[in-house]
């Protein structure tokens, strides 16, 4: 079998409020994340006809839709509900945090990884998928 990786970087928000100490403020990563899939080398020499280009499309646009400048707050966190704000009208409405993403459990690395996981396995032979949320600490999440 022969093993593809693909990676793409991602700038997030977050903050946990089910550990207690200093990830329980909103603070920044700057993460890369690494998709491993697995196939078996083809007549073209291609594991399994996957091309990388359309790997990186699909990866790429997921992470940057799904995760890039957004905020990732556990679903049952306060600050995870619509606030009410004034528009430029002076009309006060309702809103979400801009950027929010509402994830269910803390949006931990370990759980960003597994998300990610997911969203592909149906469709992709993801075997691994790696998050590095700083140079020196990284979750994976695999079958
Ligand atoms: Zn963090």
């Known amino acids: ?3 593809l990786a693909v990676k793409h970087n991602i700038e ?3 903050r946990l409020i089910l550990t207690e100490g200093k990830c329980q403020q909103i603070h920044g990563h700057s993460m890369w994340v690494t998709m491993y899939l697995e196939g078996a080398i083809d007549s073209a020499g291609m594991a399994d006809g996957m091309d990388f ?3 990186k499309t699909e990866f790429r646009t997921y992470l940057d839709g799904t995760y890039d400048h957004h905020l990732l707050l556990n679903k049952n966190d306060a600050w ?3 606030l009410p704000v004034q528009n430029h009208n002076g ?3 309702w809103s ?3 950027g929010l993403v509402p994830f269910d459990g803390d949006p931990t690395t ?3 990884a597994k998300d990610i996981y997911s969203k592909f396995f149906l469709t992709l032979p993801v075997v691994r998928v790696e998050v590095w949320e700083t140079a020196v600490n990284m979750a994976s999440y695999g079958g």
């Open 1 to 3: 079998m022969a093993i």
């Open 12 to 14: 997030i928000a977050h």
């Open 53 to 55: 280009a359309d790997l």
């Open 80 to 82: 995870a509900q619509s």
């Open 91 to 93: 009309q006060e409405v």
């Open 96 to 98: 979400w945090l801009p």
């Open 110 to 112: 370990e759980n960003i």
